[in-house]
């Protein structure tokens, strides 16, 4: 089935930053520690890399970064080298990722998730030797899962009717 292609509306500064609150929000539940639940933070920063890299960069995943670090109180450093690291692939592949359908824009994003959470996995068995078991890495896949609803929701307000109407307001 051929599906419609949108024209997208300028991305909201304000829309951006409450998705990134939002997301971190969603990070600070006691669900978080659960294993299989997603970095959220992750998510919507990869999305606004990827959608938007002139408007959230590097800069901007450091400081969530040492924000989750700060809320998780594991060594400061740990979740911004992560997120840095994070955010600088997808800056890097963000023209590419854009070309494909959400399926396969998924598949892209997995590694770099997984990348994410080896990283953090070295500094935590640097510091502490504690290794979390494999199911640790389950949350990568299920963000890989999540990523075509993700992108769907936080594409919809920048949509564009495909046949404009003169009654409606947009």
Request: hydrophobic share 55%; charged share 10%.
């Amino acid at each position: 089935m051929n599906q419609p292609h949108y024209i997208l509306l300028p991305a909201n500064p304000l829309f951006i930053v409450s998705s990134l609150v939002l997301a971190f929000v969603l990070n600070l539940l006691p669900w978080g520690q659960w294993v299989g639940v997603p970095d959220f933070l992750a998510i919507a920063l990869v999305f606004w890399n990827i959608h938007q890299p002139r408007k959230v960069g590097i800069g901007t995943a450091f400081f969530m970064g040492l924000m989750m670090d700060v809320h998780d109180a594991s060594l400061l450093g740990q979740n911004a080298l992560a997120y840095t690291l994070l955010s600088y692939f997808a800056i890097m592949i963000h023209r590419r990722v854009l070309w494909f359908p959400l399926g396969t824009q998924a598949l892209h994003i997995l590694p770099l998730l997984l990348m994410a959470q080896v990283v953090q996995l070295v500094v935590q068995l640097t510091v502490s030797g504690k290794h979390p078991g494999w199911l640790y890495f389950t949350e990568s896949i299920v963000a890989a899962v999540l990523w075509p609803m993700v992108s769907m929701m936080l594409l919809a307000p920048q949509r564009r009717a495909i046949n404009r109407d003169d009654t409606r307001p947009i």
